[in-house]
């Protein structure tokens, strides 16, 4: 039924080796769109295919130029093409987009287009019209090009064990180390290595709170958080939600974090557990391995998702085919990993910092998760239906780190590693919520209080980690560590307030892991039929198709951490 056979999207409006260089190349086309008589109906459904394509391939390009900056951050011409895309070309698009958004809404003809094929379409056209502000287009130029920044300071962190240089990614492994001194001393190493960078990070971030404060004032809102609210497309639920969440992990997730920790504290035999001994085995159990090299992982991961569904298999084949994977960490390139869609081609590009880690597992195939998505909904008829809320598209991503479990034998040998991995998952599933929380209610204090002092903002910090601290790892005499901890979350740097997503997400994919254990294979359905309607209908609608509600109240949380815990103990 579903194909990875993906194809370029063939031309018709755009000359089929045309290039974005610069503006006045660009600059026709747009200008066509605006002045063109649409005066029948196939007239403005081929309009809306034209502009889709003319979409899709500045979309790609901007998408090319990021990815390969942040491949290679210390790389001062690929840095000077990303920086010249958002400042000499976007800028100049921003207006066009708002004269097309307004002739197709006021167009009579667009009463006529189909109400449920264009809904969501319509809708977040209208939004957009909304937010417009000819005075934010120089500001939006300048986010782009500061938000970037984050990657190129955070690129530039090594420290060196035992005579050899490492990145942060790469330094992590030690943090599994069997000798607790060498943890500590990794530990320590990596986080004075941050310290470094506090106050680049803190001046970056004073630069973007108050440039987004006044982007937010430029269109009327009381606050950034409200307005971009907004730009997020958060139609279906509010602020009071995010608190209710917050409240709810206190209640119903701390009690399964402490839970856990405390097994840990006991199975490595320690009167008090240190953050550096979160990963750590006990003595004589070696750290889990599942692959050597990037090869290996894709492989692996081609492998794992093929015994899943041979569809998910050849999605990530096809990737590698294309050249569309970066895996491995390395000196100069930008932490993280991401997934991005590439509107003309069909597939993404995956990047990732691998160092043969567990957690490297679970980013590959959360990653392949939204791969997955990409496919799927590549074959939808406009750019606009491709783009769906992110509140889906982290279920995409989160579902499969629980769906791949079932298929990790290809990761590990022995029944004992495999067992040890999915306990890991599980775990993670549970301790990542209060990370989640953490960060989005540091984002509604820092924008609410746009005004504020580091020393507000670290108090402030330090107060919210109390809130959502364990009771169980001893954090004392680290606190110069901690209060700068929010400065390692690429997304308050560059996607500010996308975070409580992943929150809503493992919660929609904890549910379709229930159902994945009742019936693979509907699960399975639900998931790809969800997928493949990309944006084109609501949030709830879009959780309904893969047999969810969309339901993230505190009732919804209990029921699915103690679901989870059950799975854990058994």
């Known amino acids: ?37 649409i005066d029948t109906m196939p007239a403005l459904e081929q309009w809306l295919k034209d502009q889709s394509e003319l979409e899709a391939v500045v979309n790609e390009d901007a998408c090319w130029r990021q990815i390969k900056m942040t491949c290679d ?30 002739k197709l809404v006021n167009h009579p003809l667009a009463q006529q287009l189909d109400a449920k094929k264009y809904f969501t379409y319509l809708r977040s056209i209208k939004q957009r019209i909304e937010l417009f502000r000819e005075a934010n287009i120089p500001l939006q130029a300048e986010l782009s090009v500061m938000q970037q920044q984050f990657g190129v300071i955070s690129g530039k962190m090594t420290v060196t064990v035992n005579g050899t240089e490492y990145t942060l990614q790469q330094a992590t492994k030690f943090l599994e180390s069997p000798d607790r001194a060498v943890r500590e001393e990794v530990y320590r190493k990596i986080n004075e290595r941050r310290m470094q960078d506090v106050d680049a990070l803190n001046e970056l971030y004073d630069q973007l709170i108050s440039k987004r404060n006044q982007e937010a004032k430029n269109a009327d809102f009381a606050n950034y958080r409200d307005y971009r609210f907004k730009e997020l497309g958060r139609f279906d639920y509010g602020k009071e939600d995010c608190f209710a969440f917050h409240d709810a992990v206190k209640l119903h997730v701390l009690p399964l974090v402490n839970m856990i920790y405390q097994k840990k504290k006991e199975k490595l035999g320690l009167t008090e557990l240190r953050p550096w001994d979160i990963e750590a085995e006990p003595a004589g159990t070696q750290a889990l391995r599942p692959f050597q090299t990037a090869d290996e992982l894709v492989e692996k991961s081609v492998a794992c998702f093929t015994k899943l569904r041979p569809f998910f298999g050849d999605c990530l084949s096809k ?28 597939a993404p590009f995956i990047f990732m910092n691998a160092a043969g880690q567990m957690h490297d597992v679970t980013t590959m195939v959360h990653e392949g998760g939204h791969a997955i998505h990409s496919f799927l909904a590549h074959h939808l008829e406009l750019n606009g239906f491709k783009e769906y809320p992110m509140e889906i598209a982290e279920v995409a991503s989160m579902a499969m780190e ?26 993670r599933v549970i301790t990542i919520f209060p990370w989640i929380a953490i960060i989005d209610k540091f984002q509604h204090w820092v924008y609410e209080n746009p005004s504020h002092t580091h020393t507000q903002r670290t108090e402030t910090w330090n107060a919210i980690l109390l809130e959502f601290q364990d009771g169980v790892i001893d954090y004392s005499g680290l606190e110069n560590y901690r209060s700068q901890a929010w400065q390692r979350q690429l997304h308050l740097f560059e996607v500010p307030f996308y975070y409580i997503e992943y929150g809503i997400a493992q919660l929609g994919a904890i549910g379709m892991w229930q159902q994945y254990k009742k019936d693979k294979q509907k699960a399975l359905d639900n998931y790809c039929r969800a997928l493949s309607l990309g944006g084109t209908q609501t949030l709830p609608q879009l959780f309904e198709t893969a047999g969810l509600k969309f339901d993230f109240s505190p009732a919804t949380i209990q029921y699915l951490m103690e679901f989870v815990k059950d799975e854990m103990l058994k």
């Open 319 to 346: 990737m590698k085919q294309m050249q569309h994977l970066d895996l491995n960490s390395r000196m100069g390139k930008a932490p993280g990993g991401y997934n991005c869609p590439l509107a003309e081609s069909g």
């Open 1 to 37: 039924m579903y194909s990875a056979d993906i194809k370029k999207l063939p031309r018709h409006f755009l000359p089929a080796d045309f290039m974005v260089t610069d503006w006045p190349s660009l600059e026709p086309y747009f200008k066509q769109l605006t002045e063109r008589d």
């Open 402 to 427: 629980l769906f791949s479990m079932d298929e990790w034998e290809t990761f590990f040998e022995s029944e004992d590693d495999l067992k040890r991995a999915r306990a890991h998952q599980l775990e």
């Open 73 to 102: 951050t210390e790389n001062k011409d690929l840095e000077a093409a990303f920086n010249f895309f958002c400042t000499d070309i976007q800028p100049h698009i921003q207006p066009y987009a708002d004269a097309l958004n307004k």
